[in-house]
């Protein structure tokens, strides 16, 4: 039975009527697999396809061999079927913001199944939200506090979609009060590698409910979340100082990062109540953050955050309604963008709870900061650490025996970005400016074990640095051994996948 075809209109005969033999000729060419079967897709003859394969991260313009813009779970149940026969990889998009361009395959020739049409939203009388795997954080904030007075913790831009955002963590300036986006989950709607349609909670499909909270991409396409949601609070306390002087001086830098520190662990003032972090670039050296309660109560605490530092240069202190601080967070509008872009590379730092930072590892940071970042070949850089750990974190009262993410005693998490304006190609010298950020930061303490955030997903590390920085060896194995018995054709897959 094992023939050779040349031509589209052969194979589509040969695929209608046999199974167990896949054709050479149907090898990356899924197209008439989907068409038959009624499919939605877009590929490389269709107008729309510049427009929909355009990455977030510009600087990663892969081309999936098709689109794929299902509406029903059918449609996707179809299509990972026509993959499979095809012997192409899958990648799942929602929000389309990998940084490394993973929900469009990370390479050339995936099939991308794409769950925009997935935006499905309610909220049931036991305040649990379902929420549509291609809906925009946004936009389910509006939904959540419109439709209901209920918020969620999650990350600060609009334009993310759940999907991803969801299943790698979820951080905001909410999450020491609340946890992760992805504590919240508590069932997911998801299609299998084999095609099939479940509803995944802790006691159904319990190994593959594990596996999508930390490594969703590997293991199923999920079309809609089930979250417990938290009451919005009334209002909040957005906090945001400009501490001049410190991006000239290593010294004054370092020190007022350790009095940072020492605060974030100081039991006596910090709460789950209080989140905050560090922003800095070439010409600022900002502290921000959100406070849950009141002017007042903020009081003696902001006294304490600041003892000692530079006085700001600028502040701004104020109590506002819920949805207006996401919408400042934002920076914009919680209406997601239609065409955002960047051209960037980024990765991430994890600093253990049980190993702070010592004085000569944040010297050494600022140092290069201050002198190697004034470099212009370095790109619009900048580096964000915010608090994850310290007393009261919601983040770090679970382990790996609740989801397959294993961030779980971080004390802070840092972000290392530089971009490009979008016409230029991205040099070598801002790429290596961004590993030198994460050296700095790491090279004076040898005997600490940092980490990475999977939500920065850094495209540079190799399978194996990724699978010991995302999740270590013991997570890795299970996910791994799971892998096996749910993909053993390894049909959804990226660069960093299980097994590769
Ligand atoms: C401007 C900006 C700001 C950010 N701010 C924050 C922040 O404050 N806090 C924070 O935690 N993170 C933040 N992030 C990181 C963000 O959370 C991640 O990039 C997130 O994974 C993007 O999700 P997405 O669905 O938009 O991306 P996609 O590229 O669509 O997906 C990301 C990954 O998830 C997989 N995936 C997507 N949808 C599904 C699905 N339905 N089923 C299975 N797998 C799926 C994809 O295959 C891919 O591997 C920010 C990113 C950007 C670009
Ligand atoms: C794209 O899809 C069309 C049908 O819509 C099909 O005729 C064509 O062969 C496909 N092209 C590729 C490169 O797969
Ligand atoms: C894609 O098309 C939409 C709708 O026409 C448009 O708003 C958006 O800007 C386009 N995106 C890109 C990346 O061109
Ligand atoms: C992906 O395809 C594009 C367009 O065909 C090509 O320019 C690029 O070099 C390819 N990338 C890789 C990594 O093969
Ligand atoms: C430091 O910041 C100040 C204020 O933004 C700016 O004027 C100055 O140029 C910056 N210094 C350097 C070395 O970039
Ligand atoms: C902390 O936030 C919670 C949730 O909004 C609120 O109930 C509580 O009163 C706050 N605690 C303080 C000390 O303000
Ligand atoms: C903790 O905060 C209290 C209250 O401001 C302060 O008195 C104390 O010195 C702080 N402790 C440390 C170790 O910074
Ligand atoms: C913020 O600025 C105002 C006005 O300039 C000033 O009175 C106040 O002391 C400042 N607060 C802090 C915390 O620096
Ligand atoms: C990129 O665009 C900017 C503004 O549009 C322009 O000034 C610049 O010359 C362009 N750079 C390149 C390398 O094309
Ligand atoms: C790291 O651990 C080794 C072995 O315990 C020890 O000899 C060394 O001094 C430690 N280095 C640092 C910087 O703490
Ligand atoms: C599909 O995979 C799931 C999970 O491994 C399994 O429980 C189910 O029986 C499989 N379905 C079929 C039709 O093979």
Not at 6 to 23: I, M, P
Not at 249 to 266: G, W, Y
Not at 350 to 355: A, D, F, G, M, R
Not at 461 to 467: G, V
Request: proline fraction near 6%; aromatic fraction near 12%.
């Amino acid at each position: 039975m094992r023939l050779s075809f040349t031509s589209g209109l052969a194979f589509t005969l040969l695929a209608s009527s046999v199974t167990l033999v896949v054709d050479a000729s149907a090898q990356g060419c899924p197209s008439d697999c989907l068409t038959t079967k009624g499919v939605p897709y877009v590929n490389s003859t269709d107008a729309q396809y510049a427009n929909l394969s355009a990455p977030f991260n510009l600087r990663l313009p892969y081309k999936p061999v098709v689109i794929v813009l299902p509406t029903t779970p059918q449609h996707v149940s179809d299509a990972v079927v026509c993959a499979s026969e095809s012997g192409i990889k899958v990648a799942s998009r929602s929000g389309g913001h990998s940084y490394a361009a993973f929900g469009l395959g990370g390479q050339n020739g995936s099939m991308v199944i794409d769950v925009r049409n997935f935006q499905d939203f309610s909220i049931d009388s036991n305040q649990v939200a379902k929420v549509g795997g291609g809906m925009r954080l946004g936009t389910m904030a509006q939904k959540l506090f419109n439709e209901g007075t209920r918020a969620l913790p999650h990350g600060t831009c609009s334009g993310i979609g759940i999907g991803g955002h969801a299943t790698h963590g979820g951080y905001g300036y909410s999450s020491r009060l609340w946890g992760l986006t992805l504590d919240h989950i508590i069932a997911m709607d998801a299609v299998l590698p084999n095609g099939t349609y479940i509803t995944t909670s802790m006691t159904s499909y319990p190994e593959i409910f594990y596996a999508l909270r930390g490594a969703a991409e590997f293991f199923g396409v999920v079309l809609n979340f089930y979250f417990q949601t938290e009451p919005a609070p009334s209002d909040v306390v957005w906090f945001t100082y400009t501490i001049p002087g410190l991006n000239e001086s290593v010294e004054k830098a370092t020190s007022a990062f350790i009095h940072l520190q020492d605060f974030a662990r100081n039991s006596s003032v910090v709460d789950e109540n209080l989140s905050f972090g560090t922003y800095v670039d070439r010409g600022v050296f900002l502290v921000r953050g959100i406070y849950t309660g009141t002017l007042a109560s903020f009081d003696p605490i902001v006294t304490e955050m600041l003892r000692g530092l530079p006085s700001p240069s600028q502040n701004t202190t104020e109590s506002i309604a819920w949805l207006d601080a996401l919408t400042i967070l934002d920076g914009t509008s919680l209406n997601p963008p239609v065409n955002e872009h960047d051209n960037f590379f980024a990765k991430s730092v994890t600093v253990p709870e049980i190993s702070p930072l010592t004085e000569d590892a944040v010297t050494n940071y600022f140092t290069y900061l201050i002198n190697e970042g004034a470099n212009p070949d370095t790109g619009s850089w900048f580096s964000i650490c915010n608090l994850y750990g310290g007393p009261g974190s919601q983040i770090n009262t679970k382990t790996i025996d609740f989801a397959a993410y294993s961030d779980r005693d971080a004390l802070w998490v840092f972000q290392h970005y530089s971009s490009e304006p979008a016409n230029v190609s991205f040099p070598a010298t801002a790429f290596n400016f961004v590993q030198g950020m994460n050296t700095a930061l790491e090279q004076d303490m040898p005997n600490t074990t940092f980490g990475a955030y999977l939500n920065y997903i850094d495209p540079s590390l190799t399978p194996a640095e990724a699978h010991e920085e995302y999740y270590g060896s013991t997570l890795y194995a299970k996910l791994l051994a799971l892998k096996e018995v749910v993909d053993p054709g390894n049909i959804f897959w990226n660069p960093q996948a299980i097994g590769a």
